[in-house]
């Protein structure tokens, strides 16, 4: 019984450690960060997305949508094979929607339902949950925040570098190491507050195309 204590007290101690390891001016950083991303109220941002592998970029992603409690829009854009792609998706309360568009026309895919089919993972901002150990500094106008050692042993993100506007603690900028290329996330816009009748879906904008209902 000694010795299942001992271990069961080294094993409390040693997650204690890992968690503190999180500054506590990292673990504030963050939650004011959350809270203007998460702002009640919606929010409508934009992104560039870049995967870059050596000193070649491979390839570039505009993400643009709108978050406001469970509901949410989203577009994507980049270029696959020299053709231009892009995705929309969204979710307004009561439907989930998801259109590509193509060459060959516009397909839209509509699914009745209260719950969103995939919730937008892209600004959930919980690093320092994800993450054992950061370390924080003040470079120019922003927070400067490096993560390090994935609490998920099998996640090929070893490192994280998170930059956050010194005043506003807005979200500017996100740069993932994974193996030997390198993702970054660059806020270009924001703007807080989202009306909801801004994320029903409007099939006139989309003449022509195929409505699947499901």
Not at 106 to 127: F, H, Y
Not at 170 to 186: G, H, N, P, W, Y
Request: net charge positive.
């Amino acid at each position: 019984m000694k010795r299942v204590l001992l271990t069961a007290v080294a094993v409390l101690l040693a997650a204690v450690g890992a968690q503190a390891q999180i500054p506590a001016e990292v673990t504030e950083v963050m939650n004011r960060c959350r809270a203007v991303m998460h702002h009640p109220d919606g929010v409508e941002y934009e992104m560039l997305m870049k995967t870059t592998i050596g000193p070649a970029a491979v390839g570039t992603i505009h993400f643009a949508s709108a978050n406001k409690g469970e509901k949410i829009k989203s577009k994507i854009t980049t270029v696959m094979n020299d053709e231009l792609v892009v995705l929309e998706s969204g979710f307004d309360g009561t439907q989930a929607w998801e259109i590509s568009h193509s060459s060959k026309g516009d397909t839209i895919r509509i699914t009745n339902t209260t719950q969103q089919k995939k919730k937008s993972k892209l600004l959930e901002l919980d690093m320092d949950k994800k993450y054992k150990k950061a370390k924080i500094k003040v470079k120019d106008d922003c927070y400067e925040i490096d993560f390090s050692n994935p609490v998920d042993k099998k996640s090929e993100a070893k490192n994280t570098t998170l930059k956050v506007a010194k005043k506003s603690f807005i979200f500017r900028e996100m740069e993932t190491k994974v193996k030997t290329a390198k993702l970054s996330v660059t806020l270009t816009k924001l703007k807080v507050g989202v009306k909801d009748d801004s994320f029903a879906l409007d099939l006139d904008k989309y003449p022509g195309a195929v409505v699947i209902r499901e």
